[in-house]
Structure formats: structure tokens, C-alpha cells
């Protein structure tokens, strides 16, 4: 069975200052694997996706994310945070084995602070 | 020009009662889902339709009923509603690997 396992629940930075989330995955088969963006009391808004081309992918917002085999990561990074980032994130794996149904990790708070 | 809505966005009701929520999506897509955002903010899958046949269905209470009128709709009928069931529910669709989200349905039960 596919998982992810999101490293920390809650993460706070400085605006201006660099960005990490971290998330490794669970899975037999060649992944696809997303981050998922949720501001208060919103839905659910793709940042970025991996699906087997290019392992350095850049989403929307000035992120990215790096999928690395040999760790079973796919991180998410910004180089400078801003005060609009703040919110919950998602590292999200999809599994073939139950059609595209999507399995989401437990999510990320990040803090931005000024 | 909303790709997936869902309606109502808040739905406060009684312990006992039974209430839908509806989706419908505009993108064309064959496959809808509904997930589950629970208290702690975990969204899991609990049913997957794709052209209007059931693909998916999670361990999830009986009580619990989707109905897909056609590939645009996907509704979620509940019955009997308990307080454990208060969640924001999150309708999506998809073609391929990307799923779109709804806005998502406050459900309190009191």
C-alpha cells in the first residue's frame, strides 16, 4: 500500500527566509506524488505535481519540489517565504491500485511571521 | 466558470436527520470522489465514481450514500446522521492524475 509520511506538523519561518516541508513516501509502484495547498477555511488548490518526467518540479507561487528515489522524498521548497504562504499543506501520493484516488499525508502548518 | 461546486457551503443540522450535499463539475472529467476533512484536518477517500459507476468505497458507514445522476453530479445522501459525521467534505473530479477540488461542505451535526 502507498503512504506519506509528512515529517512535521507545523513549521515557522520569517518572511523573507527560505521555505522547507518534507515529506517521504510509501509506494510499490512508480508514484505520483502532489502538494496540495488549503488556506483557512478553503479548498484544497494543486501547487505541484510529479509524475515521472523531470524530479525538479516547479508549482505555482514561486515552490518547488525535488523527488529523490533513493530517499523516498519529494520535498517542497521556496526560497523566500511570504506572508501569503501561510497555511496548510499537503503531500499527497496517488495509488494505482484504487484508481486514482488520491492518499494525503497529514498535512503541514506553516507559520509565516514578519 | 467554477470548475467543481459543491452545495451547501455550511450545513448545520440535528443528530438523527438525514441531508445531502451535491457536486457537480464543468471540466468534462469521468471520475468524481468524495473525501473526508475530519477535525485534525486529515482528508481521506471515502467513495470514487467514474462514468457514473462506483470505483471506490472506503470503509465508510452504510449510512452514507453516493448517487451520481450522471458523469457531471456526484451527490452525497446521508442518513441518520450522528455527531461524529461533522467534517468538511470535499467533492473532486479528474481525467487524468489531477484531481480539482470543491470548495467544501461544513457539516455540524448538534
Known amino acids: 500500500a502507498q503512504s506519506v509520511t509528512q515529517l512535521d506538523s507545523h513549521v515557522s519561518v520569517s518572511e523573507g527566509t527560505p521555505v522547507l516541508l518534507r515529506c517521504n513516501y510509501s509506494?510499490?509502484?512508480?508514484?505520483?506524488l502532489f502538494w496540495y495547498v488549503q488556506h483557512p477555511n478553503k479548498g484544497l488548490q494543486l501547487l505541484l505535481k510529479y509524475t515521472s518526467a523531470a524530479t525538479l518540479v516547479k508549482g505555482i507561487n514561486g515552490f518547488e519540489a525535488e523527488f529523490k528515489k533513493s530517499e523516498t522524498s519529494f520535498h517542497l521548497t521556496k526560497p523566500s517565504a511570504h506572508m501569503s504562504d501561510a497555511a496548510e499543506y499537503f503531500c499527497?501520493?496517488?495509488?494505482?491500485?484504487?484508481?486514482?484516488?488520491?492518499?494525503f499525508g497529514k498535512g503541514t502548518t506553516l507559520s509565516v511571521s514578519s | 466558470d467554477t470548475a467543481v461546486s459543491q452545495t451547501p457551503k455550511y450545513l448545520v443540522t440535528q443528530m438523527g436527520n438525514d441531508k445531502s450535499i451535491k457536486c457537480e463539475q464543468n471540466l468534462g472529467h469521468d471520475t468524481m470522489y468524495w473525501y473526508k476533512q475530519d477535525s485534525k484536518k486529515f482528508l481521506k477517500i471515502m467513495f470514487s465514481?467514474?462514468?457514473?459507476?462506483?470505483?471506490i468505497n472506503e470503509t465508510v458507514p452504510n449510512r452514507f450514500s453516493p448517487k451520481s445522476p450522471d458523469k457531471a453530479h456526484l451527490n452525497l445522501h446521508i442518513n441518520s446522521l450522528e455527531l461524529g459525521d461533522s467534517a468538511v467534505y470535499f467533492c473532486a473530479s479528474s481525467q487524468v492524475d489531477e484531481q480539482f477540488f470543491g470548495p467544501g461542505t461544513r457539516l455540524t451535526v448538534l
Open positions: 499527497v501520493v496517488s495509488d494505482p491500485q484504487a484508481g486514482t484516488a488520491l492518499i
Open positions: 465514481y467514474n462514468n457514473k459507476e462506483l470505483i
Open positions: 509506494s510499490s509502484y512508480s508514484p505520483s
